[in-house]
């Protein structure tokens, strides 16, 4: 039914509309088409000048109304180099913006049409046209260089210090590994992937690194002042690892393993203590994956290094939950990727 009446007042709206061109046109015709343009430039110049002002005002006042619900500080050491390069973005374009819509509205109202000045015919400048390209190649080229520069330092090689925790997203969940004891995260199949079974990142039984990892799910814990390596993977369609207080972001992609890395500045206390108790680091997913992607909300626990101590030592690794033993080196692993005639994988780190 209110498909119905939509059609009616989208038919009813067009009719007066082209029921008022219709009439303007016949009032024209009336009283001389050369006046009614006239009158029309004049009123259209000073619509647009007007336009410029409020334009700019509603510029101000959205920065105004809005500029302490943006993001607080970065909070870690890449971030802030991020941030840097969006004020700089941020701070150019706004430049070009003003001078250019400033200009537009402006010419508009002084450039009207008026009987004593007649219009000058001026086509071409290959001077201006080289300067309008050059400057804008060389500004983007710079801004895109230190964009480059920036991502190649956060994929690229982590410090060897770094804390490696494993990241894998699926339908609609995060699932977080931390390697244990042996610093070193075991092989996994995903052919191994059982939930029901104790193992639901498809962890290699039989690969001694496996038995003291440590599988947690929605929370992920990081050390505060230590770079962490971050090895993200998926287990059905494209997710994205979304960290906005870090300003970081990667693609976790089935089958693919990305990496990313960074210095976690604050700890969740510091944070709360600046921006209120119910602050909380968040992992969100940055990718539409499917209908719960909204609920893919995840938490992200920065601590200091001895709370994180205290925070893994209370954890029990995946292997024994799996196989129900308290022992987990006492018991030598039966399930093998090659029971199921496949090849296992190894985890990159
Ligand atoms: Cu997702």
Known sequence: MSTIWIIVAFILGFVIVFQIAKASEYVAILRGEDKTRKETNRINAF??????????????????????????????????????????????????????QILLFWFAYKYQEKDDRKPFYYPHNNKLEVIWTVIPAITLTILVGFGLYYWFQITGEA????????VTGSQ??????????????G??????????????????WSDPDNHDDI?????????VNKPVKLIINAKDVIHDVGLVHFRMKMDAVPGMPTTMWFTPKYTTRQMREKYGEDFNYEI??????????????????????????????KQTPQYVTAMGTTAPAAVPAKTD???????????SN
């Open 47 to 100: 619509l647009l000048l007007a336009f410029l002002v409020v334009g700019l005002f509603g510029v101000w006042y959205c920065n105004e109304t809005l500029k302490d619900k943006i993001l607080p500080e970065s909070a870690s050491d890449h971030g802030e180099k991020i941030d840097t390069m969006i004020w700089i973005t941020l701070g150019i374009t706004f430049f070009v913006f003003l001078i250019t």
């Open 159 to 166: 410090p060897k210090d770094a804390q490696i925790v494993e």
């Open 172 to 185: 609609f969940k995060w699932e977080f590994r931390y390697p244990g004891k042996d610093g070193k995260l």
């Open 187 to 204: 092989r996994k199949y995903f052919k191994q992937i059982d939930e029901v079974k104790g193992n639901p990142l498809g962890q290699i």
């Open 215 to 223: 599988v947690g799910s929605q929370e992920m814990h990081l050390i």
């Open 284 to 313: 969100s997913c940055d990718q539409m994956c499917g209908k719960g992607h909204f609920s893919m909300r995840g938490t992200v626990v920065v601590e200091s290094a001895a709370e994180h101590k205290v925070w893994l030592a």
């Open 337 to 347: 990727s090659t029971a199921n005639g496949g090849t296992p994988v190894k985890t």
